[in-house]
């Protein structure tokens, strides 16, 4: 499905029906009145902020409201619940509270079709922190979205019902379009500068995003994108079993390159002919696939965040990465920094994704982004926040209050 004209990513689209759920909301959470303004000018931290399009003020010009109020952006997927709390800061934001697990919500999902028991109550455990946080932190406006598992799952819409009796989260299940336009919004500031058209790509637990977009101003223009059902979850429960030896390890990434290869073709026929046509094209990951991977290049001892996020590095430096990981056994995985017992089941399959992208978008380097569906909520909420109250500051000076 091609996507012309997409609404623009700091502005909010026409709900739209997603898979089990619904794009565009935003769920307001006032835990108290917005704080008054007062100026914040801490230096924002190296690799934490993004910069965000405000408004300029009528009477003043400047391009950055004084205010203090946090916002918050929740994003339970069907890996991770992420969360993350922010000021204004200038024309960026300043992370003041950060929270993520592993909730494998989506566990069990491709074989019934239904979440789990257990897989619901650990996300209700990392939920109820979240929850915590949201409070202790005043947090003045929020948006909280769960992604391909609930969108997928027969008995999503109950445990968002659950979730918001039992923590006061009201998880918005978004359509992918959503979930794509997103994750541009929170990290297509670090893409490569040139020239042309580029693809960035969210690999998910349960499904993955390729959106192609024109560079240029605060806010690319989406031009097309997809999304498929196949993330590190899916694609590992979806793959044939892994029999322990080196051969049937080779056989089974070649068998999860063809699935996702099959599921990307229609996007793949679209993009071809602006590929030819462009002399050099870039590509932009944000995931946790790309991050680890990016990590297990570089060597590091342990992540840091730092060292990777806005990383760009060959691409062929990737795919060694890749192709030396699809042949390792899980234990030998599990044994190298940066991995660990948590991804060292499912890197496998954001591997095979990874290197699937590659073949339809033959970019000689990769930007790796750190950064994504949370930033990119934070960045709508905060500038939709600053346009409201500049219209209520030219309201009262009509009213001569």
């Known amino acids: 499905m091609a996507m012309a004209e997409a609404s623009p990513p700091d502005f909010d689209p026409v709900p739209t029906r997603g898979r089990g759920g619904t794009s565009g909301k935003v769920a307001d959470f006032r835990y108290k009145p917005p704080a008054p303004p007062v100026e914040d000018r801490r230096p924002a931290e190296r690799g934490e902020p993004a910069p965000i399009p405000f408004p300029a003020s009528p009477e003043t010009g400047s391009q950055a409201p004084k205010r203090r109020q946090a916002f918050a952006a929740l994003d339970l997927g069907t890996n991770n619940c992420r969360l993350l709390i922010a000021r204004p800061s200038g024309e960026h934001f300043t992370v003041i509270d950060a929270f993520s697990r592993v909730v494998r919500l989506g566990e069990g999902l491709a074989a019934t079709g239904r979440l789990s028991e257990a897989a619901m109550d650990r996300a209700l455990g990392a939920l109820h922190i979240c929850a915590d946080k949201l409070k202790r932190r005043n947090v003045h406006l929020a948006r909280s979205v769960a992604t391909e598992a609930c969108r997928r799952a027969d008995n999503g819409a109950d445990f968002i019902a659950r979730v918001r009796e039992e923590t006061g989260i009201a998880l918005d299940i978004i359509s992918a379009q959503e979930e794509a336009r997103l994750a541009v919004l929170g990290c297509h500031i670090l893409l490569e500068d040139g020239e042309g058209p580029a693809v960035v790509f969210d690999i998910g637990g349960g499904s993955t995003e390729l959106v192609l977009i024109e560079p240029g101003g605060p806010v690319p223009r989406i031009l097309d994108w997809l999304s498929v059902p196949w993330g590190v979850v899916s694609l590992t429960d979806g793959a044939p079993p892994p029999d322990g030896t080196h051969e049937g390890r080779v ?121 994504g569906i949370r930033e990119g909520i934070l960045r709508s909420l905060i500038a939709a926040d600053a346009r409201a109250e500049e219209s209520r500051a030219d309201l009262m000076r009509r009213r001569g209050l």
Do not use: K, N
């Open 251 to 371: 056989h089974r990434y070649a068998r999860m390159r063809q699935l996702v290869a099959d599921a990307f073709a229609p996007f793949a026929d679209r993009v071809a002919p602006v590929a030819r046509a462009e002399p050099r094209v870039r590509l932009l990951g944000t995931s946790g696939t790309v991050t680890t991977l990016a990590s297990v290049h570089l060597e590091l001892p342990h992540y840091d965040r730092q060292a990777v996020d806005g990383l760009i590095m060959p691409s062929v430096s990737m795919r060694e990465v890749c192709a030396r990981l699809s042949t390792m056994s899980a234990q030998e995985r599990s044994d190298l920094p940066c991995i660990g017992d948590d991804r060292a089941s499912l890197v496998v399959a954001g591997c095979a994704i990874l290197e699937a992208i590659l073949d339809i978008w033959p970019a000689e380097t990769l930007g790796v982004a750190d950064r």
